[in-house]
């Protein structure tokens, strides 16, 4: 279904991508209510403010943009597609191909520039519903990965939603072989336990290991897919050396717990660290290291405010005493989405850098951005830039292409990839 653009964008957009609101929350009244000495009178629905709409649901229009950047690199931003629908993520393929997912569960191909009118056939069936950004929805096709052998073996890995029986649906990640136009042979190697769904970034790490971010379920509970970070083999099957294995009331898959929304994965291009993108509440985004057993705080601790206004955690201070900090956080929230380091030099002033999208800011639709940061040695940050803010855009995906220049996907009903390179 084509959605229009008189659809309302609801208040949730990180929550909703993952179904991570308490139950208290949803069941909350839908009355307006304006406590002694608030600004304004704001409206609730399911318990949390509704967003403004002044700034929504701009056209793109037709571009090339171009931009003056702190570094004092101008750059230009070129449209290579708006034909997409809610586009979901970003991958390269070593010929150069550029496949995109489509929320609706469609994979699309991009080559010489050129979206190819059909999409991609041998996915997997999927279901989606709802709309980006309002609570209940549900992406089909999500992330993409390629085997750390794709060059021998064209494995190419999907996480997706995956109907059950009975209108039930869980998250699955499955792999086919690319044979040049089409997936072969796609199977499921591993299935979440219902209950665990939402937004599922996947990728390789240099170990050769598949990392699967999980959002839903309680981010705390051993025995549950939800809110962690698994480690598995690429068959699906458990690597002997995960932290928990053979432990008490954990689920072997487990390599990290504690999260709320994961949106992004991206290998350190240098350390090989793994590190996750994970949405607050209103405030509270993180960029994390995911390390071995460690606890990332969700929902004990958190550096945000709940959508209602106070803070997350149960103290009342923003910390993250006792868990796992995060490496960068935002508050208020960017939505923080896809993310990568670039490695090229293309856009000379920005290697090595972080960049990182964002649907939006502040609780405020249509202030999509993407975000660069520069951090030190010791992965401290040291400053920090918002691109393409004018544009309006939610900014889903973020990857870099084989001609060393960066490419975002916009998650919009016209959904865009837009190509970033240096004006000389
Ligand atoms: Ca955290």
Redesign the pocket.
């Given at each position: 279904m084509k959605h229009s653009r008189s659809e309302q964008r609801g208040p949730f957009v990180g929550s909703a991508e993952s179904f991570v609101l308490s139950a208290a929350l949803l069941i909350g009244a839908a009355a307006a209510t304006a406590p002694a000495g608030a600004q304004q009178s704001v409206p609730f629905q399911f318990g949390i403010p509704v967003a403004p709409q002044g700034l929504a649901d701009k056209p793109l229009g037709e571009g090339p943009f171009e931009y003056p950047t702190a570094e004092g690199m101008d750059i230009r931003v070129t449209i290579v597609t708006k034909e997409l629908e809610f586009p979901y993520a970003l991958e390269f393929l070593p010929d150069g191909t550029l496949l995109v997912t489509e929320r609706a569960g469609r994979l699309r191909a991009i080559r010489d520039g050129k979206l190819e009118p059909e999409p991609v056939a041998g996915g997997p069936e999927a279901f989606s519903a709802g709309e980006s950004g309002l609570p209940g929805a549900v992406h089909g096709y999500m992330n993409l990965a390629l085997h750390p052998q794709y060059d021998d073996n064209r494995r190419i890995y999907m996480s997706y939603t995956k109907p059950l029986a009975d209108d039930r649906t869980t998250v699955a990640i499955g792999s086919g072989t690319w044979d040049g136009e089409a997936l072969q042979d796609f199977t499921d190697v591993f299935v979440l336990d219902e209950g665990t769904g939402g937004a599922t970034p996947i990728i390789f790490g240099q170990d050769g290991k598949l990392y699967v971010a999980t959002s839903g379920g309680d981010a705390q509970d051993p025995s549950s897919h939800g809110g962690k970070v698994l480690r598995l083999n690429d068959d699906g099957s458990v690597p002997q050396d995960n932290p928990f294995v053979g432990k008490d009331g954990y689920k072997p898959e487990i390599y990290t717990l504690?999260?709320?929304s994961s949106l992004g994965l991206a290998v350190h291009p240098t350390s090989g660290d793994i590190w996750q993108s994970?949405n607050g509440p209103n405030g509270?985004d993180?960029l994390?290291v995911i390390r071995a057993g460690r606890n990332?705080?969700?929902p004990i601790?958190?550096l945000g405010r709940t959508y209602p206004g106070p803070w997350q955690n149960e103290k009342n201070i923003p910390t993250?005493d006792g868990?796992?900090?995060?490496v960068v956080y935002w508050t208020p929230a960017i939505a923080v989405s896809g993310l990568t380091f670039y490695t090229g030099s293309e856009l000379a002033a920005w290697t090595g850098d972080i960049f990182v999208g964002g649907l939006r800011y502040g609780e405020i639709p249509g202030t999509g951005r993407l975000d660069r940061v520069l951090v030190n040695e010791n992965m401290e940050e040291l400053r920090r830039e918002s691109l393409l803010l004018d544009l309006r855009q939610r900014i889903r995906d973020v990857a870099q292409g084989p001609d060393g220049l960066l490419y975002v996907v916009t998650d919009e009903d016209e959904g865009a990839v837009l190509r970033i390179e240096p004006i000389r």
């Open positions: 504690g999260h709320r994970e509270g993180e994390n990332y705080g969700w601790v958190s993250h868990y796992e900090a995060p």
